[in-house]
């Protein structure tokens, strides 16, 4: 069984870029959260994918948006980049129905903005 | 809203000893699930553990342990006799019970607690 993945492992872009970022989900997983970690802190949930729709948001802005394909893998993409983009994004997949919460990461895309 | 709360920013102890991280969460749900994860340097999240709001049993697994009390919003991980290995951060998150979609909903996580285990 294969885990979750993500492409890049690392990234550098200059500010007022855009940056799209992958995740493919783990066998029979439906459901993609993704999540931002800036250094020193938890990950904060940006929104979640359920079938191919965005099914709950985050406090983030619309220049953060994602799509989910119908093999459920995903990509996030941020638009206009700022410094404070800086952070590790971590996308996790999960089945469902299952347990509330149950979620598997992938090891992360760290993206620097300079 | 929901919130988690890892007062301790950093640990640093030497192998072999105890070592309590302490968790503090807010929710307005009667219906929520507590988690712990790892995250050693490479930065993948492990899971460990995962307890819902009905169950306070307290639950041993191995050299790891969790004490869940509802009383004071509490969900305590404890290590004993600590190894190198141990060496993380540490995250304690609670979830909401899910959406009628069936989808599982966000994590919140805490801050995280540095832990260092010196040989």
């Known amino acids: 069984e294969t885990g979750v993945t993500q492409s890049p492992t690392h990234l550098i872009k200059t500010r007022g870029q855009q940056v799209t970022l992958r995740c493919s989900s783990q066998?029979?997983?439906?459901?993609v959260s993704w999540y931002q970690q800036a250094l020193g802190q938890g990950p904060q949930f940006i929104f979640q994918?359920?079938?191919?729709?965005?099914?709950g948001r985050g406090n983030f802005p619309p220049r953060f948006s994602g799509l989910q394909f119908p093999n459920y893998s995903s990509e996030l993409n941020v638009n206009a980049l700022e410094l404070d983009d800086s952070a590790l994004y971590l996308c996790?997949?999960?089945?469902?129905?299952?347990?509330?919460?149950?979620?598997?990461f992938g090891p992360g895309t760290r993206l620097t903005v300079t | 809203a929901q919130k988690v709360t890892q007062a301790q920013t950093e640990i640093s102890v030497v192998e072999k000893e105890d070592v309590t991280l302490d968790c503090v969460y807010e929710?307005?749900?009667?219906?929520?699930?507590l988690f712990w994860y790892k995250q050693p340097p490479s930065g993948e999240l492990v899971f460990l553990i995962r307890?819902?709001?009905?169950?306070?049993q307290n639950e041993i697994s191995g050299r790891y342990s969790w004490n869940f009390q509802k009383s004071t919003s509490s969900f305590n991980f404890t290590i004993t006799a600590s190894q190198v290995v141990d060496s993380a951060v540490y995250f304690c998150a609670l979830s909401e019970a899910g959406n009628s979609g069936g989808s599982n909903y966000k994590l919140t996580f805490g801050k995280g607690t540095l832990l260092t285990v010196n040989p």
């Open positions: 066998s029979g997983h439906n459901t």
């Open positions: 996790a997949s999960s089945p469902s129905p299952g347990t509330p919460g149950e979620q598997y």
């Open positions: 307890r819902n709001s009905f169950d306070e």
């Open positions: 994918y359920y079938r191919e729709e965005e099914n």
């Open positions: 929710t307005r749900d009667t219906t929520y699930y």
